[in-house]
């Protein structure tokens, strides 16, 4: 990975930009938004998490929503989609949501239409939002027209039970017209199965924030980047308890986690974080007390 030469400003669509052996990634947002600080670290107390999360005077701390690009020379695969152009007036104005995705992509140069593969970690409305978009005139149509998409059968599954729990983290327009056009591949990975998409790109079932959540693994000569997504959202949730409210499981939250560093540190995965709009990649080690913490030489971002 290329070392940092400059922090991205909050505004700019660009995250990131980093290669993985012969890939070429680039981390685009679709612009922060904000989450009760309470909500995204559980039982953690405040005084913990604020150090490392500042809230503001409505105890919502910022969030980014990092979409992943991955040029692998035969594929251009994008990873998560953002909140899209979907909610309604009271939740957007609640999320503070900018819907910056499409021009993020006109900014990195990429055409919607080059996309080929698209892959949903989940089906949270935070995660695949631009799936499809809805138009001036009311119709919802896919955003990547010539893409196949990837998402977990268990999750729109889960999402059509409409749980008094959860009901309001899935939007149906995001993945059913997709499922019903053909044009999205249902998935059936179990915890730990890896499943291949395209040649160095693939997925693996890490439950505990829904049943169903799926990491992806990129690798191309030796080296591997992960998009762990929400098992482990930000920099600020590294600690393996430190854990979200919003987890269905915590426990399998933190069995996952321990799973995933038991790689990850060993092997210097690049890590890749889904709700971090400061520092949306780095590598994790342990520190001196045997906690994981994001090695500080690499954080970051390179853009030019
Ligand atoms: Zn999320």
Known sequence: MTHPTKRADSHEPIRGRTTVGNFELTILSDGFYFLDGGAMFGVVPKPLWEKRA????????????????????????????GIGNKLGD??????????????????????????????????HFDHC???TTHTPDGRIVPTFPNARYFAHRGEVEHGHLQLERDAISYISDNYDPLVASGQMTLLDVKRSETKEIVPGISVEGFPGHTSHLMAVHIESNGKHACYISDLIPTSAHL?????????LDPLTCIEERKRFYSRAIPEKWLVLFTHDHHTPLG???LNDKGKPVINQTTIGFTYS
Request: proline fraction near 3%; avoid cysteine; glycine fraction near 8%.
């Open 90 to 123: 009271k939740l957007k104005s609640i999320y503070g949501v900018q819907e910056k995705l499409p021009q993020a992509f006109v900014a990195a140069g990429v055409k919607l239409e080059e996309v080929d593969i698209v892959i949903n970690s989940h089906l």
């Open 54 to 81: 500042p809230s503001d005077e409505q105890n919502r701390i910022l969030l980014g929503l990092n979409t992943v690009v991955v040029r692998t020379g035969r594929h251009i695969v994008v990873i998560e989609t």
């Open 283 to 285: 590598y994790v080690e």
């Open 239 to 247: 600690d393996i308890t430190w854990v979200m409210g919003y987890d």
């Open 129 to 131: 939002g631009w799936n």
